[in-house]
């Protein structure tokens, strides 16, 4: 459960977002950071820190984790959010790969991504 997000402007191509989670109700909270790096992916990149700002993963949960691939999250905690960030954004060229501990959003197929994301756990390129 995402349970607060801080933002820190690091240079002007990149920006750090933590995330303090809490892995069950019964654990201490947990941190990680995202570091955004816009010359990477900037449509993504623009549409991720959008989905920050407006709070999208406020109480939203990771709903699927597969050990040895990746953790997935972005469903908004509000049906009303989700159906706000549900419009889909272009593909920004391939520039990385999706190698272990970076995030990329979830697709269907081309031009697909929206406001889900995952993090990769080992090499998934």
């Not at 999208?56 to 469903?75: C, E, L, S």
Request: glycine share 4%; with cysteine; proline share 4%.
């Amino acid at each position: 459960v995402h349970e607060g997000v801080s933002l820190t402007f690091v240079k002007q191509a990149q920006t750090r977002v933590k995330f303090t989670v809490k892995v069950a109700s019964n654990t201490p909270e947990e941190s990680f950071i995202v570091a955004v790096k816009k010359d990477w992916a900037p449509l993504g990149a623009a549409r991720f820190l959008d989905l920050v700002m407006d709070d999208n993963f406020t109480d939203a949960v990771f709903y699927r984790v597969v050990p040895n691939f990746m953790v997935q999250f972005g469903i908004a905690a509000q049906p009303e959010k989700y159906q706000k960030w549900s419009t889909m954004i272009k593909d920004d060229l391939v520039k990385e790969k999706n190698t272990r501990g970076r995030m990329s959003f979830a697709m269907r197929g081309p031009d697909t991504r929206s406001c889900q994301v995952f993090i990769n756990f080992g090499d998934n390129s």
